[in-house]
């Protein structure tokens, strides 16, 4: 009787597709609307709910994420948001509260019309470079 072992990515959850040397790109269970997360040691995850042409884009979208950390201008813990224009900007804090992001000067949450810098850039990568 043979048995077949499996990959080691297939153990880890690590999408070949998506995944290069520097960046391995992890499918799990995101929950919510969340689509993917950049993380700050340099992996992203994606929702494993996400193929073909969502699942490209969303590593595409959280890539523009690691380089803005690797630029020292996005950070993030499980409390807040630390966001810089440029790295010669202020730092703008935004604290997690109920599942929002509140900046911590104006008391704006991302209910109210917040459309964040960090987003913009990655939404929209050509128009920011």
Known sequence: MSFRLKEFTDL???????????????QKDLGGDILGEANNDGTIFIDKSLSGKKKIEAVEHEKVHLDQMGQGRLQYTNDTVTWKKDTKS????????????????TGKSDREGGSFEWEDEAYNPKENS
């Open 90 to 105: 202020p730092a703008r804090v935004y604290k997690r509260i109920g599942g929002n992001l509140v900046d911590e000067k």
């Open 12 to 26: 880890v959850g690590i999408d070949k597709e998506t995944s290069t040397y520097n960046t391995p790109v992890f």
